[in-house]
């Protein structure tokens, strides 16, 4: 089967522009979550969702962050403006069964703000 | 909140000598366990688990044992080939957190040399 797409792989981008991306999941994966990886970090969870419906978004900084799961397939994650700090990989992950620890992680997009 | 501590890498090691990366946790109630590795342009990938104290989770000749008593779960591999150079996690669900959030650590850089 084919695994999570993410689009693009790489962004340069200069800070106060804004920048989204694009994640296709695992067919029949309800579950789908953003996560952020610093440099030298682990990632951190973003955003889930179940479906079309965003049941955590506590870490999310709404103020630039926005994200969209239309359909309950794809997801798009966007920033507006983006700022320096917002340098890090993207990574998207499905689950049939989130509780599990199960996920199917993309590639991610590396993004770099300037 | 629920935390995961990883040894510091990078770790070097030639072709056949015995793995071990440390991992501890923190969290409350009884969280599940997981090492994660990602090589080089992929995503991550489940690599084992293990969901209640005791068990042992294996895959590829990995092997991590939950000890709830130390709040560890080391990966350990007794012969390494060059192909296991990857980045390895350790993470968590559950315990104070969400089930369906992952916690991890700050990933530990392996590279095997033939």
């Known amino acids: 089967e084919a695994g999570v797409v993410q689009s693009p792989r790489y962004k340069i981008i200069e800070k106060k522009q804004p920048v989204a991306f694009w994640c296709n999941p695992i067919s029949g994966h309800n579950t789908l979550y953003w996560y952020r990886q610093n440099l030298g970090q682990g990632p951190e969870l973003l955003i889930r969702?179940?479906?079309?419906?965003?049941?955590?978004d506590s870490q999310l900084p709404k103020d630039r962050f926005s994200a969209e799961r239309l359909k309950g397939v794809d997801s798009t994650l966007k920033i507006q403006p983006a700022e320096l700090g917002d340098s890090a990989v993207y990574l998207c992950a499905s689950s049939l069964d989130g509780s599990q620890g199960r996920y199917t992680f993309g590639s991610g997009t590396r993004l770099t703000v300037v | 909140g629920d935390s995961v501590t990883q040894m510091e890498g990078p770790v070097t090691l030639s072709e056949e000598a015995f793995l071990t990366i440390n991992c501890t946790y923190t969290?409350?109630?009884?969280?599940?366990l997981f090492w994660y590795v990602q090589y080089p342009g992929e995503g991550l990938q489940l690599l084992l688990k293990?969901?209640?104290?005791?068990d042992k989770g294996s895959n590829k000749g990995f092997e991590a044992t939950y000890r709830k008593e130390t709040t560890s779960f080391h990966l350990e591999k007794g012969s390494v080939q060059v192909s296991d150079s990857a980045v390895y996690f350790c993470a968590l669900s559950g315990g104070g957190g969400s089930n369906y959030k992952l916690t991890f650590g700050k990933g530990t850089l392996l590279t095997v040399n033939p």
């Open positions: 969702y179940e479906n079309e419906e965003a049941v955590d």
């Open positions: 969290a409350t109630g009884y969280p599940s």
């Open positions: 293990a969901t209640k104290a005791d």
